[in-house]
């Protein structure tokens, strides 16, 4: 006797469709070759929104990297670079929070492209084992992520629709990612390695100005005119306070 079978429940059925989603972008992401997902990112985002979402989820994923290489490097210019990037990117990411806050925009994921990068690189640095082979892979993948955020940069240069937020990307972000991508490469030169897949010489869009150190911003704070600039501290050049209750990066 024929019995009809039960109706999934919609719930369920949205669950499943959530997984084979995520399974499908992390299939394609995985064959997809290291410059060809900077591409990606650099095109996912569509907003201002989507700008800010980006960069803090590049901001995260660096801060999160280097805590491993402070645990796991043993190059002593391999740990200092860790270190410089955990205190410059935290900076940049209470920076951009500030922008976000001050002009009013609330960051969005654009996708998971960027995520399932990081994860499989995260996984990578934690499956190495500490040492010589450790460092060379941070600093390769270093090249790989700040080549990455550049292109980001550059596609966001030129889809932000704030002027606050475009200045911002093009005199203080992009040449802070600029000056960290130069110092990686360095180091990678010293400890006899390659340049990594997908970390070309950064294109010349957007201002080549060459940004105070340490005070790159995360998501896109920054400087958006003489009375708008938000410094290290949290305030801008007026003296307004923008941090509100956010811890203040020494």
Known sequence: MYRPHPRRPLATSTVLLAALAACSTTSQTGSMSSSAQ????????????????????????????????????????????????????????????????????????????????????????????????????????????HQRTLNLIDESIARAQRPELKTALQSQVRPAVTQHLARARQIQSSLGGGV???????????????????????GGAGSTSDSTRINGSGTTSSGADTSGSKTKTP
Do not use: C
């Open 38 to 145: 900077s591409a990606r990112v650099g095109i996912s985002v569509r907003d201002d929104a989507q700008i800010f979402g980006a960069l803090h989820a590049s901001n995260v994923g660096e801060i999160t990297s280097a805590m491993t290489a402070q645990q796991k490097g043993t190059d002593s210019a391999v740990k200092s670079f860790a270190s410089m990037m955990m205190s410059e990117h935290s900076n940049l990411d209470q920076q951009g929070t500030a922008l976000a806050q001050q002009i009013g925009v609330t960051p969005s994921a654009p996708d998971s492209t960027l995520n399932v990068q990081q994860r499989t690189e995260a996984d990578a640095l934690r499956s190495a084992a500490a040492g010589a082979q450790f460092d060379r892979l941070y600093i390769s993948q270093q090249i790989t992520d």
């Open 196 to 218: 990594a897949a997908g970390a070309g010489s950064p294109s010349n869009s957007g201002s080549a100005a060459r940004g105070p150190s340490g005070s790159a911003m995360s």
